[in-house]
């Protein structure tokens, strides 16, 4: 974080843009609405689909957009060069440790078995105790309803406790999910 920030985000988001157009305008909004905050975007440094406009949301607002990519993927040109700062790591694991400890909070756009690993990881995490941060589903259409009605199944089947579900908050648009994520 740097001076005159109040403080960082990371977002989980697809790398294809999805098949409804304002998944990538709520990216958009999310990456702009960080930067008008002054909060730091930390994310997967990708330049497409929706990892693509969060960042570019950010980018033409003036914030601070931290990638954080394995270089295998770097390997592959799928990474950000523009970026205020591009961190490469050896693994995947690596990646998303660095993204929990450079952030205050989580928010998660639509996405594929990417964003549900990386969102499932983190929300294990803090069912743990190893992380406090809040993490957010940015719910937007009700992408994310399957997941929570899964949630209450494990709920219902004594497999997840309240509480631990209560950890996955739901916003509707991208002020409400920063709200959430940063306070």
């Known amino acids: 974080m740097t001076v005159g920030q109040t403080g960082a985000v990371t977002v989980f988001a697809g790398s294809a843009p999805g098949v409804e157009e304002r998944w990538s305008d709520t ?3 999310l990456g702009a609405a960080i930067a008008g905050r002054g909060a730091a975007l930390v994310y997967g440094a990708g330049g497409v689909g929706l990892m693509g406009a969060v960042s570019q949301g950010a980018l033409d607002h003036g914030g601070t957009v931290v990638g954080v990519i394995p270089q295998s993927m770097m390997d592959r040109e799928w990474g950000r060069g523009d970026l205020s700062e591009l961190v490469i790591t050896e693994s995947m694991h690596q990646r998303k440790k660095i993204m929990a400890d450079r952030c205050d909070g989580f928010i998660c756009l639509p996405g594929g078995s990417g964003t549900l690993e990386e969102l499932v990881e ?3 995490w803090l069912n743990l105790g190893y992380l406090r941060q809040p993490l957010v589903l940015l719910d937007d259409g009700g992408f994310w309803q399957p997941l ?6 494990f709920e219902s089947a004594g497999f997840l406790a309240p509480e631990a579900r209560a950890r996955l908050l739901v916003a509707a648009d991208p002020d409400h999910a920063l709200r959430l ?3």
Do not use: K, V
């Open 122 to 124: 983190i929300w294990s």
């Open 27 to 29: 990216a958009y909004r």
């Open 181 to 183: 994520a940063l306070g």
């Open 148 to 153: 929570l009605g899964l949630a209450e199944h």
